[in-house]
């Protein structure tokens, strides 16, 4: 069992997926603690209802990022973390955090990386007219939303879709798959070679998707 820490800044659904996923049994992993940026973050109030600890580490804290960051690596390592993860934390992590847990801090991101990367997702995937779009977990690297993929989610994208539909239907995507990918982190399944993440003894899933589907008639 892994010792997970949670980032979180805003309303934390897939911080409940994961601790849903923990309670089910199907996620080998403790939650040691949630740390927030925001002392509003609803996702605080939702680890403290399934008794998790939480620590606050407000923005402007401390000096600098590099000073923010090592405030947090050692709240992490105070708590035994092993894998970091991402769940809607709104700041830009540094080499500090980076290092410290090099190819141990994961993210998810609502696009199919590398198509999209930063904010306002859903509406570049929308204006470019993209007839799929999804989620992506990821490690953490130096870049925006641009380490080793693990594992991506496909929705179809209709053209009545707005950001909140295209969004609602990504976002039950990511609480699908990011306790899963956390789940082969633990299970030691995951080898990054360089951009590529291989997964052990995954199995091949064959076939292919069309959106929308066009019959032609002869």
Same mark, same amino acid.
């Given at each position: 069992?892994?010792?997970?820490?949670?980032?979180? $800044? @805003?309303? @934390?659904?897939?911080?409940?997926?994961?601790?849903?996923?923990?309670?089910? &049994?199907?996620?080998?992993?403790?939650?040691?603690?949630?740390?927030?940026?925001?002392? @509003?973050?609803?996702?605080? *109030? /939702?680890?403290?209802?399934?008794?998790?600890?939480?620590?606050?580490?407000?923005? &402007?804290?401390?000096? $600098? /990022? *590099?000073?923010?960051?090592? /405030? #947090?690596?050692?709240?992490?390592?105070?708590?035994?973390?092993?894998?970091?993860?991402?769940? @809607?934390?709104?700041?830009?992590?540094?080499?500090?955090?980076?290092?410290?847990?090099?190819?141990?801090?994961?993210?998810? %991101?609502?696009? #199919? #990386?590398?198509?999209?990367?930063?904010?306002?997702?859903?509406?570049?995937?929308?204006?470019?007219?993209?007839?799929?779009?999804?989620?992506?977990?990821?490690?953490?690297?130096?870049?925006?939303?641009?380490?080793?993929?693990?594992?991506?989610?496909?929705?179809?994208?209709?053209?009545?879709?707005? *950001?909140?539909?295209? $969004?609602?239907?990504?976002?039950?995507?990511? %609480? /699908?798959?990011?306790?899963?990918?956390?789940?082969?982190?633990?299970?030691?399944?995951? *080898?990054?070679? &360089?951009?590529?993440?291989?997964?052990?003894?995954?199995?091949?899933?064959?076939?292919?998707?069309?959106?929308?589907?066009?019959?032609?008639?002869?």
């Amino acid at each position: 069992m892994i010792g997970l820490g949670v980032l979180v $800044s @805003g309303n @934390g659904t897939n911080l409940q997926a994961v601790i849903d996923a923990v309670e089910a &049994g199907v996620l080998d992993a403790e939650i040691r603690v949630v740390v927030s940026n925001n002392r @509003g973050a609803f996702a605080l *109030e /939702r680890a403290r209802r399934h008794k998790i600890r939480v620590e606050v580490l407000p923005n &402007g804290a401390l000096p $600098s /990022r *590099e000073d923010y960051d090592n /405030r #947090l690596v050692d709240v992490l390592m105070g708590y035994g973390v092993d894998l970091v993860v991402l769940a @809607g934390f709104m700041r830009v992590v540094t080499p500090v955090l980076l290092n410290a847990f090099h190819m141990r801090i994961l993210n998810i %991101h609502p696009s #199919l #990386l590398p198509a999209f990367p930063g904010l306002n997702v859903q509406r570049k995937a929308l204006d470019h007219g993209v007839r799929f779009s999804g989620a992506t977990v990821h490690f953490v690297d130096e870049g925006v939303d641009t380490g080793p993929i693990i594992i991506q989610a496909v929705v179809p994208v209709f053209d009545d879709d707005t *950001e909140e539909t295209l $969004s609602e239907r990504i976002l039950k995507e990511e %609480h /699908r798959i990011y306790p899963q990918a956390i789940q082969l982190f633990a299970e030691g399944r995951l *080898e990054v070679r &360089g951009r590529r993440v291989f997964i052990g003894d995954a199995p091949k899933v064959e076939g292919a998707m069309e959106n929308p589907e066009v019959t032609i008639l002869k």
